[in-house]
T-cell receptor, first 115, second 121 residues
Framework: KQEVTQIPAALSVPEGENLVLNCSFT??????LQWFRQDPGKGLTSLLL?????REQTSGRLNASLDKSSGRSTLYIAASQPGDSATYLC??????????????FGTGTRLKVLA | GAVVSQHPSWVICKSGTSVKIECRSL??????MFWYRQFPKQSLMLMAT?????????EQGVEKDKFLINHASLTLSTLTVTSAHPEDSSFYIC?????????????????FGPGTRLLVL
């Protein structure tokens, strides 16, 4: 059974710092991995999608890497800003025991960037 | 990009009533949609997979008679919480599979709706 864990659970940093969020998954047979942002009381905003054949994806100040064999992904945020404060969710897309493909979400990292 | 909407965004109801939540794919046809639930400070948990024209597939531990899913068209899936109770209060998010059909599983993804917050008094 696929399990997704994110570390740390919460993070508070001063503005301008570079930071790394970690995601690990137990079953390496994934099709893709996606990082999302969720603001309090809101839905999900997709940040980066990494296909299983890819090693990393970049968008602006965000860079996500994927190491399928070790079951790890990292989200790197450069020069953090107060507007980056949110919960970041990692989700892996894989085939479940019933044969259907589905996303399994991690527990999330609550980020607070202090001005 | 693909857009998924949900309605309503907020609903408050009395215990014992039924609540219907709609999930629509606005610019693509979605043969498969998914319903998730998120309790405060917890992650999203898949409740069920909704397939157009057929019965939904429920995850273990989710009561199919309580959470009725209807995927009657290629752009609309509905989740009805029947006889809602305070413990059903949660954030419900839907997603739609993209591309709609065919293609490689490795290129498949989901687009998520903005969520519906349900408060049962």
């Amino acid at each position: 059974k696929q399990e997704v864990t994110q570390i740390p659970a919460a993070l508070s940093v001063p503005e301008g710092e570079n930071l790394v969020l970690n995601c690990s998954f137990t079953d390496s047979a994934i099709y893709n991995l996606q990082w999302f942002r969720q603001d309090p009381g809101k839905g999900l905003t997709s940040l980066l999608l990494i296909q299983s054949s890819q090693r990393e994806q970049t968008s602006g100040r965000l860079n996500a890497s994927l190491d399928k064999s070790s079951g790890r992904s990292t989200l790197y945020i450069a020069a953090s800003q107060p507007g980056d404060s949110a919960t970041y969710l990692c989700a892996v897309f894989s085939r479940g025991t019933s044969g259907t493909y589905k996303y399994i979400f991690g527990t999330g990292t609550r980020l607070k960037v202090l001005a | 990009g693909a857009v998924v909407s949900q309605h309503p965004s907020w609903v408050i109801c009395k215990s014992g009533t039924s609540v219907k939540i709609e999930c629509r794919s606005l610019d693509f046809q979605a043969t498969t949609m998914f319903w998730y639930r998120q309790f405060p400070k917890q992650s999203l948990m898949l409740m069920a997979t909704s397939n157009e024209g057929s019965k939904a597939t429920y995850e273990q531990g989710v009561e199919k008679d309580k959470f009725l899913i209807n995927h009657a068209s290629l752009t609309l899936s509905t989740l009805t919480v029947t006889s809602a109770h305070p413990e059903d209060s949660s954030f419900y998010i839907c997603s739609a599979k993209y591309p709609p059909t065919g293609g490689s599983s490795s290129r498949e993804t989901q687009y998520f709706g903005p969520g519906t917050r349900l408060l049962v008094l």
